[in-house]
């Protein structure tokens, strides 16, 4: 680890942060120790895996010190950011974070570690997936930052992921909401838990490419939610849905014996891509990889009357008006898309597929965006 970091910036060890240096690889060597005697701790599990992102961020400020720029690391924890749970959390604790947050360490430029910070028992806690994104936008909120910058290696949020094999362009502007449902369907270059922490106050997100020549305008930006645009902007695939039919018996009370089937589903972390209701049935789609214990919860609230199995949810975002879609499917190349219409939320409208060609069928749709811009 010492030369792999020292790779990367020589002569760190003889640095003004020589010493930061040293103790975090300490810390590395002690948190290995106490593992061989106690797999099971947490706390040094957890400081073991931050390790990374301390030495990290002790590289990036020697390089910039070299530069001749006043930059210092810091500890995200050491400064005052909570977060919301014990061992891995979901989000900073904002309200807390701004009660204990340290600003006289906010001197210079200075570099912070992301995806940890101090949990609700005082011990070092981990965020999950997309935590660094979420950190650098919980921070912003916390410092009323004018905008926040993410640096990817791809030109913004594009309108398809490229994992599909799809060529499209990024999208300018996004919606606050927009680029949570996008990032949520198809987990582009943001994660979903980004814009929460700054979506309130206003505070745009740049996401520019690092490899790039910095442009006076950022490929996307992301900000207040635009109300009634009908633009659509991008479309997100989800693989492997099933969609859950089920008879509750009871239509008196069937909203309530929903809420509890949706309130144990969250208990177990599942999540419910669509939930239609009528007078005597339910339809609950979720992930294929769930759907075992989502079909053991609402089995014990209702009757399960069919689960139809689709290779992917389709999710056109922008507009929540189902006929400013269809019309631009009906000029696609593909005539018959294989596309069962879902449902639609505030701002996109969801289809379910049982194509074998996923590749193709984003392919098709990619002409949509195409006209619709050219429009």
Aim: proline share 3%; net charge negative; hydrophobic share 40%.
């Amino acid at each position: 680890m010492r030369k792999q970091h020292l790779r990367f910036s020589p002569l760190l060890d003889e640095s003004i942060f020589s010493e930061k240096f040293a103790k975090v690889l300490s810390g590395i060597d002690k948190s290995l120790h106490n593992l061989s005697k106690n797999p099971e701790s947490y706390v040094d599990v957890n400081t073991l895996l931050a390790a990374g992102e301390r030495l990290s961020a002790l590289v990036v400020a020697n390089e910039l010190r070299k530069r001749e720029m006043d930059a210092h690391p810091v500890g995200s924890e050491d400064v005052g950011i909570c977060l919301d749970g014990t061992d891995t959390a979901v989000s900073v604790d904002i309200e807390n974070s701004i009660k204990k947050l340290d600003h006289a360490a906010f001197f210079g430029i200075p570099v912070i570690t992301g995806w940890f910070g101090e949990g609700k028992d005082g011990n070092l806690a981990l965020l999950s997936r997309g935590g660094s994104d979420h950190s650098a936008a919980a921070i912003a909120r916390m410092l009323d930052a004018k905008k926040l910058i993410l640096w990817k290696d791809v030109d913004g949020v594009l309108s398809i992921n490229p994992r599909w094999g799809v060529e499209t362009g990024s999208i300018p502007y996004l919606g606050y909401d927009e680029a949570r449902e996008l990032s949520r369907i198809d987990a582009p270059v943001i994660h979903h838990t980004t814009v929460t922490p700054i979506k309130d106050f206003g505070i745009p997100i740049e996401v520019r490419n690092l490899n790039s020549t910095i442009e006076a305008y950022a490929p996307t930006v992301i900000g207040p939610n635009i109300i009634d645009s009908n633009q659509l902007k991008g479309v997100g695939c989800l693989r492997s849905i099933a969609k859950i039919t089920a008879e509750t018996g009871d239509i008196d009370n069937q909203s309530m014996i929903l809420g509890q089937i949706l309130i144990q589903l969250d208990k177990e972390n599942i999540t419910c891509w669509s939930v239609e209701s009528s007078l005597s049935t339910i339809d609950i789609v979720v992930s294929q990889q769930q759907l075992t214990i989502a079909e053991n919860i609402v089995q014990s609230k209702s009757i399960i009357t069919n689960v139809e199995l689709y290779s992917c949810l389709i999710s056109f975002i922008g507009t929540n008006d189902r006929k400013v879609v269809e019309k631009q499917l009906k000029n696609m190349k593909v005539k018959n898309p294989d596309l069962v219409y879902l449902n639609s939320t505030s701002l996109s409208v969801q289809y379910i597929s049982d194509t074998v060609d996923i590749k193709q069928l984003m392919e098709d749709i990619s002409a949509v965006l195409v006209e619709k811009r050219s429009v």
